[in-house]
């Protein structure tokens, strides 16, 4: 039987000093910093919910890009603590976003959808890259399948946020990109809720 997503794998240390998972990540994190710069400036531009939203992912996964380089090749309980420290930060963005989209939906919104179309598939593009690169460690621990786990939302909500545009275009009102931003808070909740559990699981493994 296939290892389950919730199984505590083995401490792999070899994994975590591989040139080519630190190489892909520093990729992950450049791609991510650019694009967090471009969708925030195009977000306030465009009054997106959905491309700021997107934007601040962003810039959240560059962060937790960060951190994984920074732990990559410690033991497995600093590197539980960090993809806990992830879990953390996912949930509150998640928050955050819900929060931000029920704002706009009180205070009205008038998004751009051409401006939505054309930064959305940027963004779609560079996270399908970036996603691709990381598909041989999705399976890795807590700290590996954070990041994945962060790739894959992000492509999800790329696709969401060009859809959300052909929305606004279609129906000539907001909703279409603030239910976006919501389903992308909830996709950031899911996700920190899938990390927090192996996360523990693997910092108990640590301590026998």
């Known amino acids: 039987m296939g290892k389950s997503c919730c199984q505590v794998p083995e401490p792999d240390q070899a994994i975590h000093n591989d040139a080519r998972w630190r190489r892909i990540l520093w990729i992950a994190l450049v791609a991510n910093a650019t694009m967090f ?4 400036i195009a977000g306030v ?112 909500g790329n696709l969401a946020v060009v859809v959300a545009a052909f929305g606004v275009f279609g129906t000539g009102q907001a909703w279409p990109d603030l239910l976006v931003a919501g389903i992308m808070g909830g996709l950031a909740i899911w996700g920190s809720l899938e990390v927090f559990v192996l996360a523990r699981r693997e910092l108990v493994h640590a301590r026998q």
Not at 46 to 64: I, K, P, T, V, Y
């Open 37 to 40: 710069l471009v969708e925030i």
């Open 45 to 156: 531009m465009a009054d997106s919910r959905a491309l700021q939203a997107d934007a601040l992912d962003f810039f959240g996964d560059a962060a937790n890009y960060a951190i994984s380089l920074g732990v990559a090749g410690m033991g497995l309980a600093w590197r539980a603590k960090a993809a806990l420290f992830k879990s953390a930060t996912m949930l509150a963005f998640g928050l955050w976003v819900i929060g931000y989209a029920i704002y706009g939906l009180v205070a009205g919104s008038h998004p751009e959808p051409q401006a939505m179309t054309l930064v959305g598939t940027l963004a779609l593009l560079v996270n399908v890259a970036v996603t691709l690169l990381l598909f041989r460690y999705r399976a890795g621990d807590a700290n590996m399948r954070s990041v994945w786990i962060c790739s894959r939302n992000d492509a999800i």
